[in-house]
T-cell receptor
Framework: ETGVTQTPRHLVMGMTNKKSLKCEQH?????MYWYKQSAKKPLELMFV???????ENNSVPSRFSPECPNSSHLFLHLHTLQPEDSALYLC???????????FGPGTRLTVL | EDKVVQSPLSLVVHEGDTVTLNCSYE??????LLWYKQEKKAPTFLFML????IEKKSGRLSSILDKKELSSILNITATQTGDSAIYLC???????????FGSGTRLQVQP
């Protein structure tokens, strides 16, 4: 257990569905991240939040919409996804940006 | 653009062997290099390296950074089947606000 939890652990959705991924950290960290890991590709950074403010958006399509209501919670809202969006979505947190990141267990997303 | 390259991409060894995994990087204003182990799902943190030439050890794993060569190695001695995983190298620099990951080395340890 790293102190970072993610729900759900598995999600299957159709292309017209709307769903949300949730991440919570119990470490008192100030920075939180969303990553995407597809098969045979390096980890891809999607979004960075520092003190609840989004500081980085790596050209992520608008069908992915992050939300950070406070330093402990991070959401990723999903709508009208494509099958190629199927991947493992990992949340991480760190004391500050560039500090060691601790990862959650991930959500395995399948888009049909 | 920050870049991290790991080699080899894949490695198969037998239990008891010693392995060396490599990571080289190009990054704006290097701050730190991190090694992670990824088994079935999320990466788990192994080492954080900031100073050149100082070895970090944890059991059978050790790692060292060479800032002159812009590289790091991760050594695993007396490998066990439980060491089978993807080993990820990541680098933090000021060119990006977060880490740049390499593609990983997939290590398979056979009994």
């Amino acid at each position: 257990e790293t102190g970072v939890t993610q729900t759900p652990r598995h999600l299957v959705m159709g292309m017209t569905n709307k769903k949300s991924l949730k991440c919570e950290q119990h470490l008192g960290h100030n920075a939180m991240y969303w990553y995407k890991q597809s098969a045979k590709k390096p980890l891809e950074l999607m979004f960075v939040y520092n003190f609840k403010e989004q500081t980085e958006n790596n050209s992520v399509p608008s069908r992915f919409s992050p939300e950070c209501p406070n330093s402990s919670h991070l959401f990723l809202h999903l709508h009208t996804l494509q099958p190629e969006d199927s991947a493992l979505y990992l949340c991480a947190s760190s004391q500050d940006v560039l500090d060691t990141q601790y990862f959650g267990p991930g959500t395995r997303l399948t888009v049909l | 653009e920050d870049k991290v390259v790991q080699s080899p991409l894949s490695l198969v060894v037998h239990e008891g062997d010693t392995v060396t995994l490599n990571c080289s990087y190009e990054v704006t204003n290097f701050r730190s290099l991190l090694w992670y182990k990824q088994e079935k799902k999320a990466p788990t943190f192994l080492f954080m390296l900031t100073s050149s030439g100082i070895e970090k050890k944890s059991g059978r794993l050790s790692s060292i950074l060479d800032k002159k060569e812009l590289s790091s190695i991760l050594n695993i001695t007396a490998t066990q089947t439980g060491d089978s995983a993807i080993y990820l190298c990541a680098v933090a620099g000021s060119g990006r606000r977060a880490l740049t990951f390499g593609s990983g080395t997939r290590l398979q340890v056979q009994p």
